[in-house]
Nanobody, 126 residues
Framework: QVQLVESGGGLVQAGGSLRLSCAAS????????MGWFRQAPGKERELVAA????????IYADSVKGRFTISRDNGKNTVYLQMNNLKPEDTAVYYC???????????????????WGQGTQVTVSS
């Protein structure tokens, strides 16, 4: 059973930074595409960023390009989301997701991911 545990959320002022971490309890972390999604109240869950198995490829939502950076450390079974220049519209619950695959491609929709963390709240005040 795959367990994903997010950490690093919190309250920050607009323009500030946060770094989210997601630790995975798996035996072969490099077999998983990893993604960060977010869901704001009354809105659908959306992809924020995703990273391929060996970090050769990344994708970002247009709204976070240039501000957020996804990375992974396969030796530590951990994926990160560095969030800079945060805006009030970034306020949401952020979820880590994993998809076991042999592909080197990145999954872009939530239904393609098999495992999810419990979420961590990010609140950006204006």
């Amino acid at each position: 059973q795959v367990q994903l545990v997010e950490s690093g959320g919190g309250l920050v002022q607009a323009g500030g930074s946060l770094r989210l971490s997601c630790a995975a309890s798996v035996s072969s972390f490099s077999s998983y595409v990893m993604g960060w999604f977010r869901q704001a109240p009354g809105k659908e869950r959306e992809l924020v960023a995703a990273i391929s198995r060996y970090a050769g490829s990344t994708i970002y939502a247009d709204s976070v390009k240039g501000r957020f950076t996804i990375s992974r450390d396969n030796g530590k079974n951990t994926v990160y989301l560095q969030m800079n220049n945060l805006k009030p519209e970034d306020t949401a619950v952020y979820y880590c997701a994993a998809k076991r695959t042999v592909s080197l491609l990145i999954m872009k929709t939530s239904r393609e991911y098999d495992y999810w963390g419990q979420g961590t709240q990010v609140t950006v005040s204006s």
